[in-house]
């Protein structure tokens, strides 16, 4: 088992920026690949960014160029920071991580609303 516990989720303005930070409870943490999804209501839950042991980053396409994922395997953690955010990033965040396995796991979500 896999807890995932988010943080950094806030109500900000258009163009501004946020870094989400989601912690591992376990050591193995540098062996999953990590990512960050949000679901908007009325929406599917969709990709924003995932990064794989090894490094690999994968972008989803409405956050290339505003959006960086980062893990840090010595902390047990993993980054989602924001720039240039829309209201149309406004959604909750996921953090998830996926084991060598195939199981997922999942954090609890942080709220992001981006309004003026």
């Known amino acids: 088992q896999v807890q995932l516990v988010e943080s950094g989720g806030a109500l900000v303005q258009p163009g501004g920026s946020l870094r989400l930070s989601c912690t591992a409870s376990?050591?193995?943490?540098?062996?999953?690949?990590m990512g960050w999804y949000r679901q908007a209501p009325g929406k599917q839950r969709e990709l924003v960014a995932d990064i794989t042991s090894g490094g690999w980053i994968n972008y989803g396409d409405s956050v290339k160029g505003r959006f960086t994922i980062s893990r840090d395997n010595a902390k047990n953690t993993v980054y989602l920071q924001m720039n240039s955010l829309k209201p149309e990033d406004t959604a909750v965040y996921y953090c998830n991580a996926e084991r060598g396995d195939g199981n997922h796991y999942w954090g609890q979500g942080t709220q992001v609303t981006v309004s003026s």
């Open positions: 376990r050591s193995s943490f540098s062996t999953y690949t």
